[in-house]
């Protein structure tokens, strides 16, 4: 399962106000919320659970529990605007941190920044709403199966083919799931249509 893209009426409905060029930075810190909240839904679908019994104030019964600790590694800078919608579903999840600016002329980017708790037998989930060439998902998943990440998911809201294809040619293990597939990367390596530079829109830069 390398690949979802997620259909759902709401998620196409927000990612159409976070594309949309008159849509101004403020409202963009809550769409990307609500966005990554349900694409965070489809994310975490299939996590193993392990059985919990538990007693309802009617009696007792057979439950469960998330098995794996979770780690949340947003992108900076932009995979920063997605973090609070996963910590507020996932309160017990730990939270890592890696910095990535891709440069302006190679679209090559650059590591600045890595801070990561304990990754032994964790699922990660990495927060980058722009998935262009791949290769900021590819150094960050570098440094996730390096810790020692036993699961490895990829948030975005949108993704080039290229930067999809990329990825699942190189980790096949890591699950995508992405709010839409686009046409192509220009000539920049921005993708068509996109939304421009989710960072610059997110923080009004
Ligand atoms: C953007 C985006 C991704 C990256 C995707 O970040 O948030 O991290 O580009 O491009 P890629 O797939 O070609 O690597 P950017 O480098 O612009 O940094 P920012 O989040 O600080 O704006
Ligand atoms: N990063 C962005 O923010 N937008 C793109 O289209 C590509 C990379």
Known sequence: MPLT???????????????????????????????????LTEATRHLLLSPKTIRTP????????LAKPIVVVPI??????????????????HVG??????????????????????MAG??????DPM????GSAEQAIMYLQAEGAEQIILICA????????????RFPDTHIVAGAIDRRLN???????????FGDRLFGT
Not at 131 to 134: E, H, K, P
């Open 58 to 65: 009617m009696e007792e019964m057979s439950g469960a529990e």
């Open 187 to 197: 000539e920049q390596k921005y993708i068509l249509p996109g939304l421009g530079d």
């Open 5 to 39: 893209v997620v259909e759902h009426a709401l998620a196409t409905h927000i990612l159409t106000q976070l594309r949309d060029e008159m849509t101004p930075f403020e409202q963009y810190r809550a769409l990307t919320h609500n966005l990554t909240q349900i694409l």
């Open 76 to 93: 900076l800078r932009a995979g920063l605007g997605m973090l609070s919608a996963v910590t507020e579903l996932l309160p017990n999840a």
């Open 122 to 127: 964790a699922t990660a989930i990495i927060l």
């Open 131 to 134: 998935l262009a060439t791949g």
């Open 97 to 118: 941190y890696i910095g990535l600016q891709r440069d302006e002329e190679t679209a090559v980017a650059r590591s600045y920044y890595c801070k990561l708790p304990d």
């Open 158 to 169: 949108v993704a080039a083919p290229e930067g999809a294809a990329y990825l699942i040619e």
